[in-house]
């Protein structure tokens, strides 16, 4: 995997404008540390669409994969709340 670039709140507060034209521009993520730690990214609005797009197709997939395993009886709108709860 492909190394991100990444800066400190304090260095991205100081040249916000260049991260944001990097993600938009170049399809660069900038990881955001805060005292060391991973905290956040700056992503292209495009990457966040694929992303939600993506995450929604699996958890579509769960869904129909629990659909198909369920005992007779069970509602959709319970395997959909359970799948949504445990996060998967």
């Known amino acids: 995997m492909t190394s991100l670039p990444i800066e400190s709140i304090r ?6 404008a ?3 034209e990097r ?3 170049d399809d660069i993520p900038t990881v ?3 005292h060391g730690r991973e905290v ?7 990457v966040l669409h694929k992303y939600q ?8 997939r769960v869904i ?4 198909a395993q369920r005992p007779a009886g069970v509602p959709i709108e319970d395997v959909m709340r359970e799948t949504l709860a445990r996060g998967e």
Request: cysteine-free; overall charge negative; proline content about 0%.
């Open 53 to 60: 797009e993506w995450e929604e197709r699996e958890i579509n």
């Open 11 to 16: 260095d991205v507060r100081a040249h916000l």
């Open 40 to 46: 956040a990214a700056v992503v292209s609005i495009d």
């Open 18 to 20: 260049e991260v944001v």
């Open 64 to 67: 129909d994969e629990r659909m």
């Open 32 to 34: 955001i540390t805060r």
């Open 23 to 25: 993600a938009d521009r």
